[in-house]
């Protein structure tokens, strides 16, 4: 019997499986499922509030070294939590901490996968996204470089993204709504970094893309009708 590979997703908040109570809120680990053949299981140990270190320091990564095997795919994205007082710094613990995802999973003859960060809803008046990610992207992409690891740059698509749709529409990708609009919102929300079900979706299928133009073997269990938000 064929054995299914195991796409395992290392992240934050804007990758995680949101609960319930948080609908439509949604990271887009947590559609990712739906872009792929039944012969390829997605593990999604996102979490919500998590850095590159402190998803260390919890044992959440150790938790993912205890089932992920030879053949399988590590995704690695960490980057908007990394800015606060608990996480790391751009070009010195990041890329330390980040190391450690990429050579335990060579180890285990898993692939890692670097992802740069999604990026915030932070049009300026231009109508251009403007980073909010400090160097964290660039120094994902020097490490990406430095350990030949494959990279999807979502911190570029993403801003492509959300150009196309502009500074108004694009805020149907967020978690953002009107007083009274949303059961789970009654007061109303205004959320500029996390997905509602739509947005997660077309983020995962910017991962799946990335995933084609790197041609990783994980492609060939990409569906070819896949969702579209």
Request: with cysteine; hydrophobic share 35%.
């Amino acid at each position: 019997m064929e054995k299914q590979i195991c796409l395992f997703i290392a992240g934050d908040s804007t990758a995680a499986s949101c609960p319930p109570h948080e609908a439509p809120m949604a990271g887009w680990g947590q559609v990712a499922a739906e872009f792929f053949t039944d012969k390829a299981k997605v593990v999604n140990a996102a979490k919500g509030g998590r850095s590159s270190n402190s998803f260390i320091e919890e044992g959440l990564l150790e938790e993912i070294w205890e089932t992920i095997g030879a053949g399988d795919y590590l995704f690695i994205q960490f980057g908007h939590n990394d800015q606060k007082d608990y996480g790391t710094e751009p070009w010195t613990t990041y890329p330390h901490s980040l190391a450690q995802y990429i050579d335990g999973a060579r180890e285990r003859g898993a692939l890692p996968v670097l992802l740069t960060s999604v990026q915030r809803r932070t049009f300026g008046e231009d109508g251009s996204i403007q980073n909010s990610l400090g160097d964290y992207p660039d120094s994902m992409r020097r490490l990406a470089d430095e350990k030949d690891v494959p990279l999807i740059d979502m911190w570029v698509k993403t801003k492509e993204l959300y150009e196309a749709y502009g500074p108004e529409r694009s805020k149907e990708l967020f978690t953002w709504f009107e007083p009274g609009e949303n059961d789970n919102y009654p007061e109303g929300i205004q959320d500029n970094t996390h997905f509602c079900e739509t947005g997660a979706r077309k983020v995962a299928a910017l991962v799946a893309e990335g995933i084609k133009e790197l041609n990783l073997p994980l492609k060939a269990y990409i569906k070819e009708a896949i969702p579209n938000g």
